[in-house]
């Protein structure tokens, strides 16, 4: 009480029209305007889906609605910036109703917890500008602590306008310290600069972080019951697992205009956590791809167009953030983006057609000691069923291979790092390419018995050495077919500890097929089946363990299906009946050789330190408040991170081109030539596919072709 005593007396002239204005807002009305008949049919429909076709069904029961009072309070308000402990407390007694709720199709926790919500956005809209009317006294011993998932909900409405000031104060310090360097570097390269005091940027920072707030809340007021109640169901559907999800209408049809074709934009997928939008995949050949300065699992902060004043997009819905990245091609996106080490830089990506070319498999020649080696990079399992004569990423495959025999290439790399899956019927094929016939993977829906699909070719159209580069991003189908060339023995599967391990099947069911009704009820996506290796064990959890782990950047941040919440276990079912490769006259002892050549590698155990480093950065939640403080912070983290600047400096001293049915039409097509320059230079750079050739030019395989009984 004594804190909030003192507060008020030092902050009178913020807090008291901050009071005043939130009290006049009480008598609006704040309800929304809902559709109950709509919202009831769907929730009947989800629950009746779920229950009856979700490979893991829930028992709708009091641990389940506690499970989904939680998520939807936090899907609603995941940075804990609008309800308050109060508020929290006056939900308390739905928490274990709302599976009779669901079961009845009973609104009411849903209306008042939405209600509620409604009244602390106004609230904010009311005072954000209050508080920013004033100067922040960064001269003030004070923190603020950003990771939210840990974070308390605010005590009270006081506590909450706290909580609202420091982080206004943050962004603002942000804004202020780019301000104050840009001056500084401007100052040390020319002679005349007018020079602004603190004062004069501090209220030029403070101005746009009012103007970003703005734009923030003008969101807000464009949210409505359709966006509400989709986290609603979204807080129950993945309390099942966290692939099984509701896409709301306007949701569907975005998705099912990127699925078509081309999109302008950066060539990124994104994806919600929490509060932040997170760069989840980069799409091979795209522009953030080509530029190489955006990562997977960057943050992106704020958007600006061109030279224009960033938007700050914490706490945006997904959808909306998405627009304000894209656009047409030839225009710059400036993204302030938060790096794994916990470094803030503007990344300037010009935007460009994405294409879905750009996802195919493309392949490279490389020479070691006058021998020749290929290296296939599939992004994607891919197909296509809306043309006539579809391409897909096994015939695509087969040719490669086909031409890669006919070079005389000794050894193949395939690199799946970063392939999050696709068509499982082209992992199938592309599998059957390395191995004479057999099966490849076990689908099992939560009744009867698995189904064993199989290679049904006799034909090995490569029997030379294998190896499969993987990391903790390659997943689904990715991890099938390196599952399969592990159990076969096949092939040396080398890269990260091990993948992310999705072995899980959705399906996308349009719920206006199971119901007719007249307005649209957008689609569930459901988890229907789950993968099992020849062996017997699940890819679920545990993905495919490479055979040598290399270390990498992600080796120790949370980001695989394991890190995910309600994740559906591993388990083991019996193995299928099937022969193993006993081609390789050497395959331990060159993966013993290979963990030993990692062991002494300088770089390798550079690459390990950074990893430890960026997790801790990672696990440092607090922020400075005090300007010399949060510059000095920044400043020592820069100076740690130059210990890895050797990171960036690397070059394998290999020389990569394109194989000799490519080169004709490099000459006729300068935009190919031009990306393949680029993956060939990023090729000559890479340590992974160094030691991946270096695998495959020390496997031996006999002559002819040996089978073994399993």
Known sequence: MKKIIKFMKSNYKIILPIILVAGLLLSFNLKPDPDPEKEKILLGLVRSALTQGHYQPHTINDDFSEAVFNNFIEGLDPAKRFFTQEDIASFEKYKFQIDDQIKSEDLTFYRVVTSKYLQRVQEAKGFYKEILKHPFDYSKDETFDVDYDEKEFPKNEIDLIVNWRKQFKLSTL??????????????????????????ELEVEAREATLKSMEEFFGYKDEEDDEDWYAVFINSISTEFDPHTTYFAPRTKKRFDIDMAGKIEGIGARLQRKGEYTRVDELISGGPAWRDGNLEVGDIILKVAQEDGEPLDIVGMRLDDAIEYIKGKKGTEVRLTVKKLDGSIEIIPITRDVVEIEETFAKTSIVKMDDRKFGVIDL?????????????????DMALEVDRLNKENVEGLVIDLRNNGGGSLDTAIDIAGLFIEEGPIVQVKYKDGKPKVRSDKDYRIQWNKPLVIIVNEISASASEIFAAAMQDYNRAVIIGSK????????????????????????????????????INGGSTQLKGVVSDVALPDRYAYMDIGERDEKNSLKWDKIESAAYKTWDGYLNFDEVINKSKKRIAENEQ???????????????????????????????????????????????????????????????????????????????????????????????????????????
Do not use: C
């Not at 310290?177 to 005091?197: G, T, W």
């Not at 680029?678 to 160094?690: A, G, Q, R, T």
């Open 604 to 710: 390798f155990k550079l690459i390990d330190a950074n990893a430890k480093w960026l997790k801790e950065g990672q696990d440092d939640t607090i922020v400075y408040l005090n300007y010399d403080k949060y510059a000095e912070d920044l400043k020592m983290r820069e100076e740690e991170s130059n210990q890895f600047k050797a990171l960036y400096d690397y070059k394998n001293n290999l020389s990569f081109t394109s194989p000799s049915y490519e080169l004709e039409a490099l000459k006729k097509d300068s935009i190919l030539a031009k990306k393949r320059e680029i993956w060939h230079k990023n090729l000559s750079k890479d340590i992974y596919i160094e030691e991946a050739l270096n695998i495959v030019a020390d496997l031996k395989v006999k002559k002819g072709k040996t089978l073994v009984k399993n």
């Open 498 to 533: 091990q993948t992310y391990g999705k072995g899980t099947v959705q399906n996308l069911l349009a719920l206006n097929r199971y119901f007719d009704y007249e307005k649209d009820l957008g689609a569930l996506k459901m988890t229907i089946q789950k993968f099992y290796r």
């Open 379 to 395: 992004p994607k399992f891919y197909i296509d069923f809306s043309e006539k004569n579809f391409r897909n990423s096994a015939t």
């Open 174 to 199: 942000s804004r202020l310290h780019s301000k104050i360097e840009a001056q500084e570097d401007k100052i040390k390269e020319e002679d005349s600069v007018e020079v602004k005091s603190f004062a």
